[in-house]
């Protein structure tokens, strides 16, 4: 029993003995190597369901993975957009916002250009009612495509959030400030 066993250690310390680096394998322990984090804040406005809309998001990316907060209006009037989630004012035109969070994947990561879409679960305000806001919950979905410098950008940011109240959709042209990566 015991030579089957001293034979099987003695393979096995000769084969890790004899074993040669991976030519061109990436050192993990040096930081420039590492899966890259970047993280971005961005704005934008543009058209909506119901009118204008609004758009504002803070974006990580990890890898594959994304996760996204935004907060995404829609209002009939220009000027009374409730950006700040009905903190500001009254919305009379009866808006409707979300505040979202997202995940999502990247379907284009360059160093230029980036494209991503993500879905998740968010609260959403329908000032229809102006003396009754409603919150109820949604699923918000988001489309990123924007190309980018390595920390400002230019985006069009898609957005929709269904809802048992009051589904609403956009798009908003847009910039974005962070470390594009």
């Known amino acids: 029993m015991l030579k089957p066993l001293a034979l099987l250690c003695g393979l096995l310390l000769a084969a890790s003995a004899s074993a040669q680096p ?9 930081p420039w190597t590492r899966p ?21 998001n803070a974006t990580l990316m990890h890898d594959s993975h994304i996760g996204t907060v935004r907060i995404a209006s829609a209002n009939r009037d220009f000027l009374d957009i409730d950006f700040c989630f009905s903190y500001c004012a009254e919305d009379p ?16 990561a360059t160093k230029s250009a980036f494209a991503s879409l993500g879905t998740g679960l968010s609260v959403v305000e329908d000032l229809t009612n102006r003396n009754d806001a409603r919150y109820l919950v949604g ?29 609403f959709a956009g798009f908003g042209l847009g910039t974005t400030i962070g470390l594009h990566n």
Do not use: I, K
């Not at 035109?93 to 284009?108: C, E, F, I, K, Q």
């Not at 390595?150 to 589904?167: D, E, I, Q, T």
């Open 22 to 30: 991976v030519p061109n394998a990436p050192d993990l322990s040096e």
């Open 36 to 56: 890259a984090t970047t993280g971005w804040v961005g704005s934008g406005l543009g058209a909506a369901t119901s009118g204008f809309g609004l758009t504002t």
């Open 93 to 108: 035109d009866g808006g409707v916002s979300d505040l979202a969070l997202l995940y999502g994947r990247p379907l284009l």
């Open 139 to 167: 699923l918000p979905f988001e489309a990123q495509l924007g190309v980018r410098t390595r920390f400002v950008g230019l985006h069009v940011y898609g957005f929709a959030n269904l809802n048992a109240a009051r589904s």
